[in-house]
């Protein structure tokens, strides 16, 4: 009798079992942050709902710094700069005596940001430009594959949030089509986004230099000029989703006022429109900073959040885990 009721009931439990793997979402603790995200999804993705959208035009949108992965103590494409001037310095004796070069090779980050963005574009111009589309995806990929984090040691793109390729997966499993609109550099993202994230080049949406078409040694390529084409930040952001998606998102997430816009817009559509900031209240598992920041500051976008309702994650409170298992932060696309 003991035999035959084990039989009966393993079967549920089985399907218990299941049903927890299958839950979505989870390294998100239990709460109204997790509870908004899928109410939303079910909302627009049910036949049956008043609100259902058609896979076609279930566009998610992704600010990177600061919201798919770390963004303090500076940027990390920061990083790479700094590195990529280090690296070619000795081609250039003349960095030694001329700012923001000569604080990089003196290790003086605060030196060399001084100059604020006006620096950091002219860092990353010079550094960024002078070779092929293809030669500099081989230079990103190699400083990827081997550069790490000043604190916690790990690989750059190890540090991306455990939680956020969930909501990843768990969107494009519910025929979404999800796309990363940052004001990092388009070509510093697209070599590695597709493996970290799943999401593939074409879906890649960042600030970019001029380029143009050559013949070099008999072969067609893609120069890269020292010359600023398009800043992906603020009021770029909605103007950039409309050049090279054409549909209005429907759900757009971000952490700084940098994604203000893009949230403003995105939920100025009509029907059902989900918005989504990333508060880094965690100072134990991350960093802790909003109104003061230099870095991803969220000053104006807290504050309308508030007026508008829309969702505001707490990494304390709503995420179990920060970070990726070692070596666990790679994507299958689609």
Known sequence: MRRAAVQVIAPFFALAAAAHAAEPLPSWNEGAAKRSIIAFVEQVTKVSSPDFVPPAERIATFDNDGCLWAEQPMYFQAFFIFDRI???APAHAEWSGKEPFASVLRGDVKGALAGG???????????????????????????????????????????????????????????????????GGIEFM??????????????????????????????????????????????????????????????????????LQMLQWTTAGSGARFALYVHHDDAVREWSYDRESHIGRLDKGLDEAKARGWTVVSMKADWGTIYPAEGGASRKAN
């Open 117 to 183: 963005e006006h620096a950091l574009l002219e860092m990353a111009m010079t550094t960024h430009a002078g070779n092929t589309t293809e030669e500099f995806e081989k230079i990103v990929k190699d400083w990827v594959a081997t550069a790490r984090h000043p604190v916690t040691k790990r690989p750059y793109t190890e540090m991306v949030y455990q939680p956020m390729l969930e909501l990843l997966d768990y969107l494009r499993a519910n025929g979404f089509k999800t796309f990363i609109v940052s004001g």
């Open 86 to 88: 280090r690296e070619l």
């Open 190 to 259: 697209r070599p590695w986004a597709e493996r970290v994230y799943g999401i593939p080049p074409e879906q890649v949406i960042g600030s970019s230099i001029k380029t143009k078409f050559e013949i070099r040694d008999g072969k067609p390529v893609i120069a890269r000029l020292p010359e600023l084409n398009f800043i992906d930040d603020k009021a770029g952001k909605p103007a950039a989703i409309q050049h090279h998606i054409g549909r209005r998102p429907i759900a757009a997430f971000g952490n700084s006022d940098g994604d």
